[in-house]
């Protein structure tokens, strides 16, 4: 028999990400980064704090951020409608939802963690931008310069593939460029009406 996995430390609560933070890999100055996180991430702490560093569970494993840099409530800057939606999103997905919300101010609706066929927004790999008026010209016209904008970011934002108006990009394709899909008989289906990012989890 393969010996059962290690039993994780007891969450005994929450804090919030005061600073974008290194998801250490353990408590000692030398350590291997993980990831990192935006400011105002929930993190849940085991109340244990080693060298400075307190231990966290992370995506189902212990893992350790800087203590100074947790509060007990979220950094008012941030607003409550946005932590709603960040809410079991991976750090990809966060960091894509607002640099979205800072460059496209005008993209207000959301879609992150929900059921899915396919597993990108129920693991919270998937941000789904919901444009305004997509019918409309100026919807049209926004909804392609934010998808092209996400493509062009990619990079930086841990993006994986992007998929607006029944096409879809994808990073490892990127020489193919924007590839067309079948027709999925709707408009959210066929992606008219939101732009589908999906991040490296």
């Not at 992370?58 to 409608?81: E, G, H, M």
């Not at 963690?113 to 693991?123: F, G, K, L």
Request: net charge positive; hydrophobic share 40%.
């Amino acid at each position: 028999n393969l010996p059962s996995p290690p039993r994780l430390p007891k969450i005994i609560g929450t804090r919030y990400a005061t600073a974008t933070l290194d998801i250490r890999s353990t408590y000692a100055d030398k350590y291997r980064r993980i990831t990192e996180v935006p400011r105002g991430t929930e993190l849940k702490i085991t109340g244990v704090v080693k060298n400075g560093r307190m231990k966290i569970i992370f995506d189902k494993a212990v893992r350790w951020v800087t203590a100074k840099y947790l509060s007990k409530s979220a950094p008012r800057s941030i607003p409550s409608s946005w932590l709603a939606v960040e809410r079991g999103l991976k750090p990809n997905a966060i960091k894509v939802h607002r640099a979205m919300r800072a460059r496209f101010p005008q993209i207000t609706v959301y879609g992150g963690v929900r059921p899915s066929v396919i597993p990108d927004h129920e693991q919270g790999r998937a941000l789904d931008c919901m444009i305004p008026n997509y019918r409309s010209a100026s919807g049209k016209a926004l909804g392609a310069e934010a998808a092209a904008w996400a493509k062009a970011n990619a990079r930086s934002l841990g993006i994986n593939y992007v998929i607006w108006n029944q096409h879809i990009w994808n990073i490892t394709r990127d020489s193919e460029g924007w590839r067309f899909m079948a027709d999925r008989g709707s408009d959210s289906a066929n992606h008219k009406n939101h732009i589908h990012i999906t991040v490296f989890a």
